[in-house]
C-alpha cells in the first residue's frame, strides 16, 4: 500500500479534556486512524467515541490494550499514570504516545524508556510544538547563524487556573501536579533546544498551594555560562512565549507551545528592519500524529526522541529541588 494510503490503528486511554483538541486532528491526519476509546466506565466510553465518530469503546483501558485491532495508544491520563500504563501497553507490543512530562521525574522516564526498548515498541513524548514547521524553520534560522551565537533564552507558560481548588488533577500532589510539570516543561525545553546544549544548573523560587507549586520562576546555567531563564504558572494570563536572543539579534516567537492557524515568529536586527516571518495553515497536533506514525510504519526516527524527555526531566528535577530547598541546585 503507498505510504499516503497507509494508516495505524490508534486507541486512546480515557476521555481527558485534551481529546477536544486531539479528536479532529485524526480526521485530518494522513497515517493515524482513530479506532477505540476508552474509558472507566462503559457508559462514559460509549458517550466519548460516539461523540468522535469513533467505532469502538472500551469499559476499561485493560480491554483497549488487548484489542488486537490497535496498533498505536495515546496516553492522556495524570502524570503518575503514564509509566504504569505505557509499561502495559508495551507489555503487549503497542506503540505509545504518551502526554508529557513522560513521567514525573528523570529517573522514572530513563527506566521507562529502556523497558519499551526492550519489548522493540516505540514510544514519543507528547510536546506538539517540535512538530509545527515553524519550529523546523527556526531551527534552521537559528543553526545557519541567524541571529549569531545564541546567549540567553528566555520563556514562559502561564494561564489562569481558576479556581485554585485541590480536587483539580493539575493542583494534587499524589498525581505529580504543580506548574513547573504541567507548563514550566515547555519553557525548559525550549531552553534546551533553543540553545542546543544542556543545562548544569539551576535555581527556582515559587510559590506553593495545596502542596504542589502554583507558580515558578527560575535560571538555568549552561557550562560555558551562558544562561537561560523562565517563568510559570496557573496565576497570570496567558503567555506561551520564547524569546532567543543572539549576538546579532533576536527572535520572539509568540504562542510557541500551542499556535494557531497563523503561526510566527519576528527578528529584529541591528539598522535592519523587523522582520516577520509567517507558517501558516498548519496544525501541530496533526504533524505530531503524523509523524509518530510513520516512525512505526516506514521505520523512521523517532523525532524528539524519547532521551530528550529524560534531558528535560533532569533540569525539571533540578528546579524542582532547589525552590523546595531554597539553593541551586545541580542538574
Not at 88 to 96: D, I, P
Not at 219 to 239: E, I, K, N, S
Request: charged share 25%; aromatic share 8%.
Amino acid at each position: 500500500m503507498p505510504k499516503t494510503t497507509t494508516k495505524l490503528r490508534w486507541g486512546v486511554l480515557g476521555a481527558a479534556k485534551i481529546n477536544d483538541r486531539l479528536l479532529p486532528a485524526f480526521r485530518q491526519s494522513a497515517h493515524a486512524d482513530l479506532r477505540a476509546i476508552a474509558s472507566r466506565s462503559q457508559e462514559k466510553a460509549e458517550a466519548a467515541a460516539r461523540a468522535a465518530g469513533v467505532p469502538t469503546a472500551h469499559a476499561s483501558y485493560e480491554a483497549l490494550l488487548d484489542d488486537p485491532e490497535i496498533d498505536v495508544v495515546y496516553i492522556p491520563l495524570p502524570n503518575t499514570l503514564h509509566a504504569e500504563w505505557t509499561r502495559r501497553a508495551a507489555e503487549r507490543g503497542k506503540h505509545v504516545l504518551c502526554e508529557k512530562p513522560l513521567t514525573p521525574t528523570a529517573a522514572e522516564a530513563k527506566e521507562l524508556i529502556a523497558f519499551c526498548a526492550a519489548r522493540k515498541v516505540l514510544l514519543m513524548d507528547g510536546f506538539m510544538w517540535p512538530h509545527h514547521p515553524r519550529t523546523a524553520r527556526l531551527r534552521k534560522f537559528l543553526d545557519d547563524g541567524g541571529i549569531g551565537k545564541v546567549e540567553r533564552v528566555t520563556g514562559a507558560f502561564t494561564f489562569p487556573l481558576r479556581p485554585l481548588e485541590p480536587s483539580n488533577i493539575r493542583l494534587r500532589s499524589d498525581l505529580a501536579g504543580g506548574s513547573l510539570l504541567d507548563v514550566g516543561c515547555y519553557p525548559v525545553f525550549g531552553i534546551r533546544w533553543a540553545f542546543g546544549a544542556e543545562p548544569v544548573r539551576a535555581w527556582a523560587t515559587a510559590r506553593y498551594q495545596h502542596g504542589v507549586d502554583v507558580e515558578m520562576s527560575g535560571l538555568v546555567w549552561l557550562a560555558d555560562g551562558r544562561v537561560g531563564a523562565f517563568d510559570c504558572g496557573f496565576t497570570m494570563p496567558v503567555r506561551p512565549w520564547l524569546e532567543i536572543a543572539g549576538t546579532e539579534g533576536v527572535v520572539n516567537v509568540p504562542d510557541l507551545w500551542v499556535p494557531g492557524p497563523r503561526a510566527t515568529y519576528t527578528v529584529r536586527r541591528e539598522g535592519r528592519p523587523e522582520e516577520e516571518v509567517v507558517v501558516e495553515g498548519e496544525d501541530q497536533i496533526v504533524h505530531m500524529l503524523d509523524d509518530f506514525s510513520r516512525a512505526v510504519l516506514f521505520g523512521e526516527p523517532v523525532r524528539p526522541g524519547p532521551d530528550e524527555a529524560v534531558k528535560t526531566l533532569r533540569v525539571l528535577d533540578a528546579l524542582a529541588r532547589s525552590a523546595r530547598e531554597g539553593r541551586e541546585a545541580t542538574v
